[in-house]
T-cell receptor, first 115, second 115 residues
Framework: AQSVTQLGSHVSVSEGALVLLRCNYS??????LFWYVQYPNQGLQLLLK??????LVKGINGFEAEFKKSETSFHLTKPSAHMSDAAEYFC?????????????FGTGTQLKVEL | GAGVSQTPSNKVTEKGKYVELRCDPI?????LYWYRQSLGQGPEFLIY????????DSGLPNDRFFAVRPEGSVSTLKIQRTERGDSAVYLC?????????????FGQGTRLTVV
């Protein structure tokens, strides 16, 4: 069985500061990894995903994440926060075989950006 | 083109009643997923369709929950004898392929409140 742990249900940063949202997974086989963002009153939107190849993946809106197999982590970062980044962020995994794209989500991290 | 559409956006029902939630996936997407998101939690998988058939219904919590996709496009999630614990946001997602590394596109959800 797979699981996802997101440390910190709420993270607050100043505008222009580094954003770091943590995600660790548990899986017998390294899964596919995703970050989704949910803005108020909107559906979940894919930020980025890791499937294979280069372990540093870049996504939309200046976000990136690095897959570290030895640490079973997939932390999300952005060098400089913007007010528009305030949203809820979900890390998710899917099994590489047999599950379609059935996603297992973490509990989410609410990002607040302050002036 | 249009994204994933879910109707109604909000549904309030009395305990014990029957409800139906509808999902219109993106045209041409063969895979369709239902998730449930309770307050303060990440989305939890309910059921996955590939075409008309339910490929994986392991997430349905009990036999009060049922979903159909008779023509391989629109899907309906049906909940019988609703309970207050069923209150949540029900999310639908679709993807063009069944493979695990394919992006899933989410609708805005139906907020179900059982009173």
């Amino acid at each position: 069985a797979q699981s996802v742990t997101q440390l910190g249900s709420h993270v607050s940063v100043s505008e222009g500061a580094l954003v770091l949202l943590r995600c660790n997974y548990s899986s017998s086989v390294p899964p596919y990894l995703f970050w989704y963002v949910q803005y108020p009153n909107q559906g979940l939107q894919l930020l980025l995903k890791y499937t294979t190849g280069a372990t540093l993946v870049k996504g939309i809106n200046g976000f990136e994440a690095e897959f570290k197999k030895s640490e079973t982590s997939f932390h999300l970062t952005k060098p400089s926060a913007h007010m528009s980044d305030a949203a809820e962020y979900f890390c998710a995994v899917s099994a590489r075989t047999g599950g379609g794209n059935k996603l297992t989500f973490g509990t989410g991290t609410q990002l607040k950006v302050e002036l | 083109g249009a994204g994933v559409s879910q109707t109604p956006s909000n549904k309030v029902t009395e305990k014990g009643k029957y409800v139906e939630l509808r999902c219109d996936p993106i045209s041409g997407h063969t895979a369709l997923y239902w998730y449930r998101q309770s307050l303060g939690q990440g989305p939890e998988f309910l059921i996955y369709f590939q075409g008309t058939g339910a490929a994986d219904d392991s997430g349905l919590p009990n036999d009060r929950f049922f979903a159909v996709r008779p023509e391989g496009s629109v899907s309906t999630l049906k909940i019988q004898r609703t309970e207050r614990g069923d209150s949540a946001v029900y999310l639908c997602a679709s993807s063009p392929q069944r493979t695990a590394n394919t992006e899933a596109f989410f609708g805005q959800g139906t907020r179900l409140t059982v009173v």
